[in-house]
């Protein structure tokens, strides 16, 4: 079963522009993650933020986390063509698997 | 290339056949993770192995499929008697021992299987 859903469902947004993605879950969990997926591939880890972290930052990669209200969002500045994929955010609640969202589909357009 | 292999990349068969897919984790890796994912859809975890052993499988492993990992090394994935409904891209990934090391999961290209 999906314990997220990412918002939107699909981004369209001009090269330069900065992209936001929004993940909601419904448990409480230990950690949430991020991954990229191009299409038909496999994922690819972005980053990685536990239940007592409020921010993240990674390159042009910057990550919250609302344990109140169940929800976290990644911002993707200065994007890129190559930015292009789907996006997508899994919880950890305990033991070691990863429960994903149905993703957010995000196109950089050159 | 994250340094997770997946043999082999596509897969077609017919309703009722049998297949097995192999993964090849990170060589220190010692959890390895089976994930199933459907077109327009995130992954869904299917199973995992610590070293040989199975620790976890989730209720969509129906009776047809099963996965091993005999010497805690490469996993096989089977499915018997394949219908439809298990058109998927299957994932497989891996993690390090102990700690904060585990927490992150590296991926493989998949396996993309369509049942005819």
């Known amino acids: 079963s999906q314990q997220g859903e990412e918002d939107p469902q699909a981004l369209s947004i001009q090269e330069g522009e900065n992209a936001t993605m929004n993940c909601s879950y419904k448990t409480s969990i230990n950690n949430l993650q991020w991954y990229r997926q191009n299409s038909g591939r496999g994922l690819v880890h972005l980053i990685l933020?536990?239940?007592?972290?409020r921010e993240k930052h990674s390159g042009r990669l910057r990550v919250t986390l609302d344990t109140s209200k169940k929800s976290s969002s990644l911002l993707i500045t200065a994007s890129r063509a190559a930015d292009t994929a789907s996006y997508f955010c899994a919880t950890v609640t305990s033991g070691s698997r990863l429960t994903f969202g149905e993703g957010t589909q995000l196109t950089v357009n050159p | 290339d994250t340094g997770v292999s997946q043999d082999p990349r596509h897969k077609i068969t017919k309703r009722g056949q049998n297949v097995t897919f192999r993964c090849d984790p990170i060589s220190e890796h010692n959890r390895l993770y089976w994930y199933r994912q459907t077109l327009g859809q995130g992954p869904e975890f299917l199973t995992y192995f610590q070293n040989e052993a199975q620790l976890e499988k989730s209720r969509l492993l129906s009776d047809r499929f099963s996965a091993e990992r005999p010497k805690g090394s490469f996993s096989t994935l089977e499915i018997q008697r394949t219908e439809q409904g298990d058109s998927a891209m299957y994932l497989c990934a891996s993690s390090a021992p102990g700690g904060r090391g585990r927490e992150t999961q590296y991926f493989g290209p998949g396996t993309r299987l369509l049942v005819l």
């Open positions: 933020i536990r239940s007592n972290e």
